[in-house]
């Protein structure tokens, strides 16, 4: 019932903050950013946060209740899935920038956005949070940050009644800020969303599931790697072999 009640309280807030502003628009990366003076670049992240299982359109408490109960087995599943390659992403950009003759480091210490002061200014281009005091303290002049928001899965409901199978998702955003001035040199929102490819009620291990959301991860890193490797690097090959393998199957 306490995780329950910290997560109604979440949807709350969020519920409240997405009245009260729009979401950031995506920037594209310019197209000198590798090759010309960025000067040192820090990659962070946010705290990866623990795999969970969440149940949209269950809005009143007696409806969350009875969502979660009916899929305790999943839920249980999911928290014992490994954050070990979303953590990975933050190294795997430290060395495509590291190949590319960028001056970069690897935060070690992750950033709790949460916590930084808001900027007090608005405009298509200009973060919201304050990230300018990074500058000084990590002693670099741009901030690569891979913000996961939520990964796991989600089942969309009607009050008590399903509807439809749940997805494996991935939600999250990256961007770099430039913090001499706390504008956003390139912003990339995540939002990844796979269902099973077959029966995905198979407890305990859910292995149609649990497939589709290592693929959702795959996905997710390669939006957050493309603007820089050109689709060089190991991981975005694998993942459009991945993608070319779907392709094929789904044509046959």
């Known amino acids: ?31 000198d950013f590798v090759g010309g003076k960025t000067g040192r670049i820090g990659v962070a992240s946010n705290k990866i946060p623990q795999a969970s299982t969440g149940f949209p359109g269950a809005a009143c408490l007696l409806c969350y209740a009875a969502a979660s109960l009916a899929h305790t087995s999943l839920t249980s599943h999911t928290e014992s899935l490994p954050t070990d390659e979303i953590v990975l992403l933050k190294k795997e950009l430290v060395e495509v920038l590291k190949g590319k003759n960028i001056d970069v480091v690897e935060v070690v210490t992750p950033v709790n956005i949460a916590d930084l002061p808001d900027s007090g ?54 961007y770099i800020v430039n913090l001499s001035n706390n504008t956003y040199e390139w912003y990339e929102p995540i939002e990844i969303s796979k269902g099973a490819p077959g029966n995905w009620d198979e407890p305990p291990k859910f292995p149609g599931l649990t497939n589709a959301y290592f693929q959702s991860i795959e996905i997710a890193k390669d939006r957050l790697l493309k603007p820089f490797d050109n689709g060089t690097s190991p991981q975005s090959q694998q993942t459009q072999s991945l993608t070319q393998n779907q392709s094929a199957a789904g044509g046959r």
């Open 121 to 174: 200014k608005t405009g298509p281009d200009l973060a919201r949070k304050d990230f300018t005091g990074l500058r000084a303290k990590l002693g670099i002049d741009k901030l690569l940050i891979i913000d996961v928001t939520m990964h796991g899965f989600v089942r969309n409901y009607s009050s008590y009644i399903p509807a439809g199978d749940p997805k494996a998702v991935f939600f999250g955003s990256g």
């Open 1 to 31: 019932m306490r995780c329950f009640n910290r997560f109604f309280l979440a949807c709350l807030v969020a519920l409240i903050s997405g009245c009260a502003s729009k979401p950031q628009q995506p920037i594209s990366l310019a197209n």
